[in-house]
């Protein structure tokens, strides 16, 4: 199903087109409808569904009607993780590009300027607030959130929340919003606890489950592990050896495929970059010259790529470990699309990636082949993830924190703009 087969509003149609967002995965298909409806929900999908755009596009497109309260919190979307909290405001600041709604994210482990930032925001009323449980009870209790307006509450990962002990704070959180809420339950998992908190928190919902999304057997995966310094050396070598064309080359943040875009010119290839800094008509013009094969590479970030719909696309390549295996499913479904229907994808692996990359190889239930490295390349570490599992503690995110940035940090806070009477 295509998204303008949906019952969404012009302006958020806009948004996804402007994304290459296209073509519904089978939770979106299945979820949006229901949640536009404003019925309750509980929905079992794994990682590698589109779980995260099932949810947040039917609230921006509430929202975007001028229906609800300006100047007040109108959606609380809680997620167990300070990364997970920060690539949800990252993908709603993309959907709400042509819309007047504004998010903020607000989770622990930073200064008192973020803090002060958080708050700023919620006491303005961003209309949609994405929280780890903790850090928002904190803004709670120093009275310095109101949510007597909620109209959305959204959980994400829930069955992970409860594993990490937070489901005192749900509920405490639960209590204070309007009876007339609308709760949104995601959870990749339906154990007995994820039943009874749907009981205490749901009312009459619609129930949902989402098969595993795997990538094709016609996509050959394989990696690359190496020291972080390694991997343009290998990258040019295997450039040098085989002229590249048709290739996608993923990072997890737009400065890091500026810096990657600009120097593999520098080394004299055809290069192109698609990130969210250029404006519809530069991506247009970018996504022109790939397709019509005038550039041989494109590196590109997750956000402005997932609706990439291009035949023939001989390679695609991880530079670095995307955030989730959602992720990374959907990049390497570029290849494999076209007459022969097979692909290669490659990934590069740094010490500080290994933990990420199990887990992603966990998901697809599969060990992904070690390309073995050349010696001239110098020494290069061993595949021993469960090492830095065990230095890491049980239980701790395995994004990549050094390679998430977040945009709230980033951004002044901008207020929705009022709407003419």
Known sequence: MRFDELDLEEAVLDGLAAMNFWETTPVQEQTIPI????????ACAQTGTGKTAAYVLPVINELSKGEHPENAINAIIMAPTRE??????????????????????????????TWEQQKRGMEMGADIVIATPGRLLSHIKMGTVDLSQVSFFILDEADRMLDMGFHDDIMQVYKLLP??????????????KIRTLAQNILKDPEEVKIAIS???ESIMQTAYVCNDMQ???????????????????????????KELATTLKRLKFNVGAMHSDLEQIQREEVMKEFKNGHIDILVATDVVSRGIDINDIRLVINFDIPHDPEDYVHRIGRTARGTNGEGLAITFISTEEQVQFKRIEDFLE?????????????????????????????????????????????RQYKRRPKKNS
């Open 231 to 257: 991997k343009l050396p290998i990258l040019e070598d295997l450039f040098t050896q085989s002229h590249p064309q048709r290739v996608i080359i993923f990072s997890s943040s737009k400065m890091k495929v």
């Open 35 to 42: 949640i536009l409806e404003g019925k309750d929900i509980i």
């Open 84 to 113: 997970l909290a920060q690539q949800i405001d990252q993908q709603i600041e993309g959907f709400t590009y042509f819309v007047p709604v504004s998010a903020v994210a607000v989770y622990g482990g930073t200064d008192g300027i």
């Open 179 to 192: 009876k007339t809420c609308q709760t949104i339950m995601f959870s990749a998992t339906m154990p007995p």
């Open 366 to 410: 599969k060990d992904i082949y070690k390309i073995p490295i050349s010696p001239k390349f110098g020494e290069v570490p061993l595949y021993e993830p469960e090492k830095y599992t065990s230095s890491r503690g049980k239980g701790r995110s395995f994004k990549n924190k050094r390679n998430t940035q977040s945009t709230t940090n980033n």
């Open 214 to 216: 795997r990538p094709p």
